[in-house]
């Protein structure tokens, strides 16, 4: 029981923030005479979340250092150290992962309950603002899945060892941004509860400062996991400048961590203006203030600094994503990884051209024509980069001699659904094609193809790539397979199928449609069942390898960057010896390149050649 | 900051370095959310500046600002040199520059709501740029109460070092920052 202390403590400490944050805000509203509800519930969660994270141990471990006094970080422990605020990358890692996986499963239910309700015409499950909030809620979920599981999840945990790092820079820090993901998780399970929200997870105004409170919850929650994107992003950039082992150059860096250093960059920068935007959002429910409705505001305000985060937040998503799946096919096609430096500059190039496009979502809001173009064309250059990233997929497994075990197969099925994702979003950078399919089933198959044909699939492919690293135990290689032909097939009979309903003009966040769309609508629903169902022999097969699969080798897949150098799972402090690195990450075919040796250095070597 | 599970380090970066490099991503990354704050008042009320806005007060409270900028690098310097008595009181008289600062803020809101209460645009945009920096600046007093609080009864710096240093760093952001906001909100035509 004592192992459940801090989460405990956490909920008793959050209560009691909540009491101090609603009474004063309850004594400045009595003063002012405004209305009470939402002020008290901004400022009492405000409070909470304070308690909170000092209840689980935020308090113990950084919090008395803030008064001078000693603190205790005690990073060791059995299975309870996952419960408490623990500042060991590798725990953060799992504690994300698993954390996002209850999300993703969550919101996948959600999904099925949608597509009940479309598999015909007529209202069967929902009203038509249940409806809604249950697409929201699917949405804003799902997003969280897509942006912290690789960010968060894995990074945390492979990123320093890829590195030869003992942990990240700011271990501290790095709990801080998992430990605020649970009120979001809260936050969002409580808002149907209190009206929920029918915007969808963009909450374009003025619909947003009009919804019930669970629409403030929603708002509230995507801030403070704004809060953790922004941390996350400052943690990784500063790991990978700064806790690199001697000898790994910039040079010699494992694709994923130019990935992930890509990625960070933006959630560094562009989160700050969603934070902004839900602000004003926020202002304008509590204070009456006018960024939106007349004389003065405009509702296009919140449009340009939503997607400017919105955006390039998808290249946080998918960045990442690119990343795993070249890495996985680099080491499973066993050949060096083609056009490595190039992909680096692709990255580069992706992370500068994302800031400049967020407005095509914007080709149909009234927007200044004038705009239009400059847009259409940036949009579309967007394409060359990530054509870049294909190639070196493609001349990576040019002639090699495959092993085809389930990381490869997620890995190339990422290449295979990325590509109609892709070709798709020409017509919505396209203006005079977007005009069309703005706002029907189109976006949304072309939106699925590539986060959930790209990015969730390069999740579950590094899922199983690194699950001998992570858990020390192999998982089934047989119901891998199943999982993935399974999922694979249905996936694509789903969303292909639901680009036909969009390209006739299917509106998209409807619970009723006109009949004639009908059939395709019941295959998509059929085959969306088939793909939730899909899911069973992975949950499956992750738990019980997990528990009783088979002791895992250290190095299961022959790969030669640093994190299959050690232990499975690794100690505590990563290496027993410290690596050294004298040459490529994927001297594949080549005797003479070796990417590291172990050994004890001097304290302070310094880093060869940069 | 790092690696207190850690006693061995394979880098070669010591913690002061990697502190600073962490305290300005965190700075770049909260510029990028003043620039979103500085762009919603031209979108709002364009370049127009109303007659009643407080440009006396508006000047006051820029110079304040500037001159407790002015004793946050003193404080600094004096933490360098060892001098913690003169650390001490350059760390107070900031901090007092900077509660009088939001004092003033609040005077200004009081004046504010006559004229233009959050229900117009201006003072959506005002009462918005205003609020966003004095909770930054009420965020850089208590940073400052802490480290006053950490060297308060010692006669050394000691491990405060860099305690003193990023709490002046903030500081001087917090202080830049007003540097962008003052002439967007009360200066243009």
């Known amino acids: 029981m004592a192992a459940f202390m801090p989460l405990v403590r956490g909920a008793i400490y959050a209560a009691i923030g909540f009491v101090i944050g609603a009474g004063i805000s309850l004594g400045i509203t009595n003063m002012t005479g405004e209305d009470a509800q939402e002020p008290l519930i901004v400022l009492g969660y405000v409070f909470a979340v304070i308690g909170w994270l000092m209840g689980v141990g935020m308090w113990k471990a950084w919090g008395r250092n803030w008064f001078g006094k000693s603190t205790d970080l005690n990073p060791s422990g059995g299975w309870e150290r996952y419960l408490r605020f623990n500042i060991d990358h590798k725990v953060i890692g799992i504690q994300y992962i698993t954390s996002l996986v209850v999300v993703f499963l969550l919101a996948g239910i959600l999904a099925m309950l949608m597509r009940a309700e479309l598999a015909d015409s007529g209202q069967n499950v929902f009203t038509k603002t249940t409806y809604n909030t249950t697409m929201s809620l699917h949405g804003i979920m799902m997003v969280a899945v897509a942006v912290a599981t690789v960010m968060g999840g894995f990074s945390n945990f492979v990123l320093p060892l890829m590195i030869g790092a003992e942990d990240v820079a700011f271990p501290r820090i790095n709990a801080l941004s998992f430990w605020v993901i649970p009120p979001v998780v809260v936050l969002l399970l409580l808002s149907p509860l209190f009206g929920g929200f029918d915007t969808g997870w963009t909450a374009y105004p003025p619909l947003s400062t009009q919804t019930p409170v669970g629409g403030l919850l929603f708002e509230l929650a995507f801030l403070t996991f704004g809060i953790s994107s922004i941390l996350g992003g400052m943690n990784f950039i500063a790991t990978i400048i700064t806790q690199r082992a001697p000898g790994m150059t910039w040079g010699r860096l494992p694709i994923f961590v130019w990935s992930v250093l890509a990625a960070s960059i933006i959630s560094l920068t562009a989160t700050q203006w969603v934070a902004y935007g839900l602000l004003m959002i926020i202002f304008e429910r509590i204070f009456n203030m006018v960024f939106f409705s007349p004389p003065g505001g405009n509702a296009l305000l919140y449009q340009h600094v939503f997607w400017f985060y919105s955006h390039p937040a998808v290249y946080i998503m998918i960045l990442p994503a690119f990343g795993a799946e070249l890495e996985i096919i680099s080491h499973f096609s066993r050949k060096p990884l083609f056009a490595y430096r190039w992909v680096v500059r692709a990255f580069a190039l992706i992370v500068a051209l994302s800031f400049v496009v967020w407005a095509h979502h914007l080709f149909t809001s009234g927007m200044g024509e004038s705009l239009h173009g400059p847009f259409m064309i940036l949009t579309e250059l967007i394409s060359i980069p990530t054509g870049i990233v294909f190639l070196s997929a493609l001349g990576t497994l040019w002639r090699s001699k495959l092993r085809l075990k389930v990381p490869l197969l997620f890995a190339l099925g990422v290449v295979f659904n990325f590509t109609i994702g892709g070709l798709t979003g020409i017509f919505l950078a396209d203006v005079a094609t977007d005009i069309a399919l703005q706002d029907t089933y189109f976006v949304v198959a072309h939106f699925h193809y590539t986060i959930m044909g790209g990015e969730i699939f390069a999740i579950f492919a590094a899922g199983y790539y690194w699950f001998p690293k992570i858990t020390g135990r192999m998982y089934n290689e047989t119901l891998g397979r199943i999982h993935f032909g399974l999922m694979f097939i249905l996936y694509n009979i789903t969303f292909l199928a639901m680009f036909i309903p969009g390209t006739v003009g299917m509106n998209r966040r409807v619970a009723e449609y006109p009949p004639e769309f009908e059939s395709m609508n019941l295959i998509v629903s059929i085959a969306a069942f088939g793909l939730g169902l899909s899911f069973l022999p992975w949950i499956y097969n992750m738990l019980n390898s997990w528990i009783r699969g088979k002791k895992a080798p250290d190095n299961p897949w022959d790969a030669t960057t640093l994190e299959w150098q050690t232990t499975s799972p690794p100690p505590l402090e990563n290496f027993d010896e410290f690596p050294v690195v004298t040459g490529d990450p994927y001297g594949y075919g080549d005797e003479t390149v070796t990417h590291a040796r172990f050994g004890k250095p001097a304290h302070s070597a310094p880093a060869e050649g940069d | ?189």
């Open chain 2, 1 to 189: 900051m790092t690696h207190e599970h850690a006693p061995r380090v394979n880098h070669r970066f010591d913690p002061l370095t990697i502190n600073r490099l962490g305290l300005w991503l965190f700075l770049v990354s909260d510029a990028s959310f003043f620039i979103a704050l500085l762009s919603s008042r031209f979108f709002v009320v364009g370049t127009s500046t109303p007659e009643e806005v407080a440009q006396v007060l508006g000047l006051s409270l820029t110079i304040l600002l500037l001159l407790s900028s002015l004793t946050a690098y003193r404080a600094e310097a004096a933490a360098e040199h060892g001098d913690v008595h003169g650390a001490k009181r350059m760390l107070l008289a900031t901090m007092a520059m900077g509660i009088i600062f939001v004092f003033g803020v609040g005077f200004e809101w009081h004046e504010a709501f006559k004229h233009f209460p959050p229900s117009t645009a201006f003072g959506t945009v005002l009462f918005t740029l205003t609020g966003v920096h004095v909770t930054h600046v009420l965020t850089g007093v208590l940073t400052l109460g802490f480290v006053y609080f950490r060297v308060r009864n010692t006669d050394s710096i000691g491990d405060n070092q860099w305690a003193v240093e990023g709490a002046v760093k903030w500081w001087h952001f917090v202080d830049v920052a007003w540097v962008f906001i003052y002439p967007t909100l009360y200066l243009l035509k």
